[in-house]
Nanobody, 123 residues
Framework: VQLQACGGGLVQAGGSLRLSCAASGRTLSDYVMGWFRQSPGKEREFVAAIRWSAGYTDYAASVKGRFTVSRDNAKKTVYLQMNSLKPEDTAVYYC?????????????????WGQGTHVTVSS
């Protein structure tokens, strides 16, 4: 599977962005799909995840209530709606395909990654 993320950009604090992650190749039915981010000098961290078929979602504490992950099965696309953005949300955001047989948000369990899209939030 190939993943293509887009939608990043420069936004002022308090603003919104919507990231998209389109998958090509095989179906993503039953796979966990996740969003991660990485800031300069920091490790890549979990942001949000969604079970493809069940729609179960999970969020990092730092984004809960501000970010919403969703998916469109027909388009094989996962979205990350980011509201009330803060300067500390500045990072490169990556989408990734996780496990199929079990639920996990561990970075090590995600085996296919998009190229990343830059999000910069100015104060």
């Amino acid at each position: 599977v190939q993943l293509q993320a887009c939608g990043g950009g420069l936004v002022q604090a308090g603003g919104s962005l919507r990231l998209s992650c389109a998958a090509s190749g095989r179906t993503l039915s039953d796979y966990v799909m996740g969003w991660f981010r990485q800031s300069p000098g920091k490790e890549r961290e979990f942001v949000a995840a969604i079970r493809w078929s069940a729609g179960y979602t999970d969020y990092a504490a730092s984004v809960k209530g501000r970010f919403t992950v969703s998916r469109d099965n027909a388009k094989k696309t996962v979205y990350l709606q980011m509201n009330s953005l803060k300067p500390e949300d500045t990072a490169v955001y990556y989408c990734a395909r996780g496990p199929r047989a079990y639920y996990s948000i561990s970075l090590a369990d995600f085996d296919a990654w998009g190229q990343g899209t830059h999000v910069t939030v100015s104060s």
